[in-house]
């Protein structure tokens, strides 16, 4: 709209009659009490005015001016923009590149790393928002729903339950113990809670879970003392096409010492079924459920971060919710 | 955008310095203002593209599972509808998955898609909190916030806009409604959204992120599986926002494009320019 280019400028008789009353060096009063009488009135005004719109200061440039700040500024934000679509395009998936055409490879260790970083700051703030002194919520039967299983590949043949051993290593003892569901049962007090699984996927389910406090085991088999984390392992696990792929996933000791972390036995007041991971499964309710590892046989305690099965297939590590 | 027709006038006499009359010129928009305004562009791409790959992974609108495919995704369902009635996809290769081939990453990469979806994420807070700071630092705030009369003024100025063509067509008289603020009430409401959304997209997206820790602003939306529904109508009210407002820009003009980018606008009222030449 260029008949808004303002290229009139004003007569100073024109601003003086019709100048606002807010503007302070208005008129040339000197005698005290009519300034201080304006003074007052313009503190009035801001004070009833503080949500008030303020009308925008304007100033007089010349065209040149405006052009070359413009030429300016349309530059230096068109090359951000251009930054911004090489920066963006590089960090876009391989396949989703490909899908658009791209057929260069720009997977990259700095993509890697850079998209890495930005999962530890994610990390970073679910490690400072844990607390072992606050506990989840829990519900009541009446909120229970369906829980499907979710075993990402085939669900094992219930044959390796008869034979299930729970075998712990890292231990101060430096022994390896091994115990059976019997051992846990009935050494261990049982503890109860309904609470909500919450899928990676975005799903989640309210389920009756029974087991033991993992943090009674530590107690009765403590870690050795640089123990800062334990792998959680199933040998059992199986691949989508049904072979042997042992799951394997890193869990914070701290986290594995809040008082809702249960080694289940029970699901909704029966013994686990071989779906839900019989007959001895992690149930961690400050994790994501992908750290709910089904059908335990292995518990080591180590001092450094252990790999985890998904943190290598592009998930984040601590996986705190 | 408010604005009043200007008047001619004699040319100026007291800066005779000046080899061309000079342009008055009001600032309109604070630096960190337009820096955080463009930078939200690639950032909500960025949030929506992934955020419907990371939907793909377990959409909130499902039926029962179809018996013969066993599709329970609506968004599938759609996918497939489009592929068989519009001319020209009947040879796609998975109709299920033409919505997440097209509007989104990709179907089944949740894993990329959660990853770049928090670093998108964190973006948008730090970028939020820049357009704060803008706001608070020009004095920009005050004009977004509603008034008493805003409800009236802004369907009389949708009214305007939805007439404008036709009137534009027929030759009609199509007067724009008067105001006298930068914005005029449905901007003013439009702009005011925005952030709202904005910070609802947050609210809602940690208590997703963190439905344990958080679960207290979980509760506040309704629960967790009722927060994932009001996120993903969030990012509604963000392309309904994002469309008209960039039909309207480019139909309003360069001044108001440019006052987004250099932060000048010509569109000046005489009487401020008064109040500040005293």
Redo the contacts between chains.
């Keep these: 709209?260029s008949?808004?280019?303002?290229?009139?400028?004003?007569?100073?008789e024109?601003?003086r009659s019709?100048?606002?009353p807010?503007?302070p060096?208005?008129g040339p009063r000197t005698d005290g009490a009519a300034s201080s009488v304006a003074v007052e009135s313009l503190a009035m005004k801001k004070a009833q005015g503080f949500?008030?719109?303020?009308?925008?200061?304007?100033?007089?440039?010349?065209?040149?001016r405006?052009r070359y700040?413009?030429r300016r500024?349309?530059l230096l934000?068109g090359a951000?923009?251009v930054a911004?679509?090489a920066?963006?395009g590089f960090?876009?998936?391989q396949?989703?590149l490909s899908?658009l055409g791209v057929r260069r490879n720009t997977d990259s260790p700095g993509k890697e790393w850079f998209?890495n970083k930005?999962?530890r700051?994610?990390d970073d703030v679910?490690e400072a928002?844990?607390s072992r002194d606050?506990r989840?919520?829990t519900y009541t039967k009446s909120q229970i729903t369906p829980l499907k299983n979710n075993y990402n590949g085939a669900t094992p043949d219930p044959g390796y339950i008869s034979g299930w051993n729970l075998t712990l290593d890292g231990l101060a003892s430096g022994l390896s113990i091994s115990l059976d569901i019997r051992n846990l049962t009935t050494r261990f007090s049982m503890h109860e809670q309904i609470t909500?699984l919450?899928?990676?996927?975005?799903?989640?389910a309210i389920a009756w879970w029974a087991g033991l406090r993992f943090d009674d085991l530590l107690r009765a088999y403590p870690p050795m003392s640089q123990a800062k984390w334990v792998r959680v392992e199933s040998s059992v696990n199986l691949d989508a096409s049904g072979n042997p792929d042992i799951y394997f996933m890193s869990l914070d000791l701290a986290t594995a010492r809040h008082p809702q972390t249960l080694l289940a036995t029970h699901l909704n007041g029966q013994a686990l079924t071989v779906d839900h991971g019989a007959p001895l499964r992690l149930l961690v309710?400050?994790k994501l459920g992908l750290k709910n590892v089904k059908a335990i046989t292995r518990l080591t305690y180590v001092a450094e971060e252990p790999r985890d099965y998904?943190a290598e297939?592009?998930?984040?590590r601590y996986d705190?919710? | 955008m408010s604005h009043s027709t200007p008047r001619a006038s004699e040319p100026n006499s007291t800066s005779t310095l000046l080899e061309e009359p000079g342009v008055l010129v009001a600032k309109k928009h604070h630096l960190l203002v337009r820096w955080s305004h463009w930078l939200n562009v690639p950032i909500l791409l960025g949030l929506i593209l992934s955020g419907i790959s990371i939907y793909w992974a377990s959409p909130i609108y499902q039926h029962k599972p179809d018996p013969i495919t066993g599709n329970f995704d609506v968004a599938a369902d759609i996918g497939i509808w489009i592929c068989t009635h519009v001319p020209g996809l009947h040879q796609y290769g998975s109709p299920p998955d033409w919505i997440y081939n097209h509007m989104s990453l990709g179907p089944g990469m949740l894993a990329l898609a959660l990853r770049l979806h928090w670093l998108c994420a964190y973006s948008f807070m730090l970028n939020g909190m820049v357009y704060l700071a803008g706001l608070v630092m020009g004095g920009g705030w005050r004009s977004l916030l509603p008034r008493r009369t805003d409800l009236f003024d802004a369907l009389a100025m949708f009214w305007y806009y939805l007439g404008f063509p036709f009137a534009k067509l027929t030759r009609h008289k199509w007067p724009r409604p008067r105001f006298n603020t930068k914005y005029n009430a449905l901007q003013r409401a439009a702009y005011f959204s925005v952030p709202v959304a904005g910070s609802l997209s947050v609210a809602t997206g940690w208590s997703m992120h963190k439905p344990m820790r958080l679960h207290w602003l979980a509760w506040l939306f309704g629960g967790y599986n009722a927060a994932r529904v009001w996120h993903f109508c969030l990012m509604w009210v963000f392309i309904l926002f994002i469309a008209p407002h960039v039909i309207l820009v480019f139909a309003d003009g360069w001044d108001t494009l440019r006052s987004m980018i250099v932060g000048w606008s010509t569109r000046v009222k005489r009487s401020e320019a008064i109040a500040n030449e005293r």
Excluded: H, N
């Design positions: 709209m008949d808004d280019k303002k290229t009139d400028s004003l007569q100073p024109e601003i019709t100048g606002s807010l503007s060096k208005r949500f008030e719109e303020r009308s925008l200061p304007a100033i007089e440039m010349t065209p040149g405006l700040l413009t500024d349309v934000f951000g923009a911004a679509l920066g963006g960090l876009l998936p396949d989703t899908r998209l930005a999962l700051i994610d679910a928002l844990y606050r989840v919520p909500r919450v899928c990676v996927e975005g799903w989640s309710p400050v998904w297939r592009g998930y984040s705190g919710i």
